[in-house]
């Protein structure tokens, strides 16, 4: 028998518990995080050195004003830099780093179980946790904020763009989050990797962009639309890969960072259309690099023969089958996505930038990307599944930036080394791609062109036979789900 003093009789209303201060529809991951971080002293230090750092950067900003040393001009600017650079410390760095803490707690505590038994997806959790920090940054936003509008009183500075700049940012602490989250997924190795490159790159991409648009002649608002929409693509696909790492092999995030890839593809359609020229250029360069890769993340993955994951084709008919060959988990249908996306994607790229003229190449420098890609998939097969074929995927492409790095130095002389090296970097597209990013003009380059996409699709013609087998083993499972309704977790005949 239940003695809890907050047992009450039949058909009474229940006392409200004490400790229930978040409303019922706020998700259970959300409200466990938020508490947690809130509490936590990274979180309290973090807020505390933050209004003290910008207190004392008000104080001296003041103080140096009526001192008269300096124009008033200057003495804005500067401590404008000033408190631009604590304020993105704080929201960028420090507060998105404690996403990947969590994950990392999380999996290293043996604490996901747990969770899952509390019947919360992987989504669930992971975009719980993403908006616990995301809440925790709009904290420290909202402090900082009375700072911001201090300073329009100072005189000298554009209030309006400012705000603009502040909205970036916190775009830009949504992006890092999540990116920061997907890392944490990944091996000690591939981590380290990767988080630098996701600081340096993400924020320095939007960031540069969000003051580029802000000190532009033109309104900065007219840009905002195209910052948002890459923002949120950004940080939906960096959500579904850190979903994706703590989720079981019978939830298919293979289809959701596909089709968050063919999303990404209409608005670079969409931008070289209707957005201004430096908006749409912004978009597309973005999406060409989130979708490559994202289509080399895919190309090293394996099949799932699981009826849960094909099952939902199985309902649609033969547009569901259609759809398993490019949506399912696995290399082939990965290459079939890749074949798909790319037209369209080439679309947006050749639309994208009508102003630029022939000698720039755009073309020619998407297809090398292309086959660049597309390339070490035949040497990848060679190798058992799993991460030996990521490593061998990755070794190839290393090898292609060796050759180019060593044929570089050589290009002045006409030794035999140098023709050796000139005709590898013909050979493999990558390298061919970096020598063409590195030359001027388009005489010349016609045969290189052509002998690295002749090299891809050679390369492919012998993965046709391997190809058209998967595929017909993902149509064979497909039909298999339509049958095995009650057993959507049981493993499906190859």
Request: aromatic share 8%; hydrophobic share 60%; charged share 10%.
């Amino acid at each position: 028998m239940n003695t809890s003093p907050l047992t009450t009789a039949a058909g009474a209303k229940p006392d409200r518990w004490p400790g229930d201060d978040f409303p019922a529809w706020i998700s259970p991951m959300l409200v466990k995080e938020l508490r947690q971080g809130v509490q936590s002293g990274a979180f309290a230090w973090t807020f505390i050195l933050l209004q003290v750092a910008m207190f004392l950067l008000m104080t001296f900003w003041v103080l140096n004003r009526s001192a008269g040393l300096q124009s008033r001009i200057d003495v804005n600017q500067f401590f404008h830099g000033f408190f631009w650079m604590l304020f993105g410390l704080a929201a960028v760095i420090a507060l998105p780093m404690r996403a990947s803490g969590s994950m990392a707690a999380e999996r290293m505590g043996n604490t996901l179980d747990l969770l899952r038994l509390t019947h919360l997806s992987s989504t669930q959790i992971v975009v719980g946790k993403w908006l616990a920090v995301m809440a925790q940054v709009l904290l420290i936003a909202a402090a900082v904020l009375p700072y911001l509008v201090l300073q329009y009183f100072f005189g000298g500075l554009d209030l309006v763009v400012d705000l603009f700049s502040f909205l970036v940012v916190l775009l830009v602490a949504a992006v890092m989050t999540a990116a920061s989250m997907a890392a944490a997924g990944q091996s000690p190795v591939t981590r380290g990797l990767l988080t630098p490159l996701l600081l340096i790159g993400v924020s320095n991409s939007l960031v540069g962009v969000g003051s580029v648009f802000g000190t532009a002649v033109l309104s900065p608002w007219s840009a905002l639309p195209a910052i948002v929409a890459v923002a949120v693509l950004l940080t939906a696909v960096m959500l579904v890969y850190a979903a994706a790492a703590i989720a079981p092999p019978a939830e298919n995030h293979a289809a959701r960072v596909r089709v968050l890839a063919l999303v990404a593809t209409g608005l670079a359609l969409v931008a070289g259309a209707w957005f201004g020229p430096m908006s749409a250029s912004f978009v597309i360069a973005v999406t060409v690099l989130l979708v490559a890769g994202i289509a080399i993340a895919e190309l090293t993955s394996d099949p799932v023969e699981l009826a849960s994951i094909h099952a939902p084709f199985a309902r649609l008919g033969p547009f569901g089958r259609l759809a398993a060959m490019v949506l399912t988990p696995g290399w082939a249908t990965a290459i079939c996505f890749t074949l798909l996306v790319a037209p369209f994607l080439g679309l947006a790229v050749v639309s994208g930038f009508p102003g630029l003229p022939p000698t720039a190449m755009i073309p020619e420098k998407f297809i090398l990307g292309v086959a660049a890609i597309l390339f070490p998939i035949s040497l990848m097969l060679r190798f058992p599944a799993g991460k030996t074929r990521r490593i061998v995927f990755i070794g190839v492409q290393i090898f292609s930036l060796v050759i180019f790095f060593l044929q570089s130095p050589l290009g002045f002389s006409n030794t035999a080394a140098t023709e050796i090296f000139r005709a590898l970097t013909n050979l493999l597209p990558l390298a061919a791609l970096l020598n063409l990013l590195t030359v001027s003009g388009s005489g010349g380059v016609e045969p290189m062109i052509t002998l690295a996409a002749g090299t891809t699709a050679l390369s492919l013609v012998f993965v046709v036979p391997r190809l058209v087998r998967e595929l017909a083993a993902v149509d064979r499972r497909v039909a298999a789900a339509r049958a095995l309704p009650a057993a959507p977790h049981r493993s499906l005949p190859a």
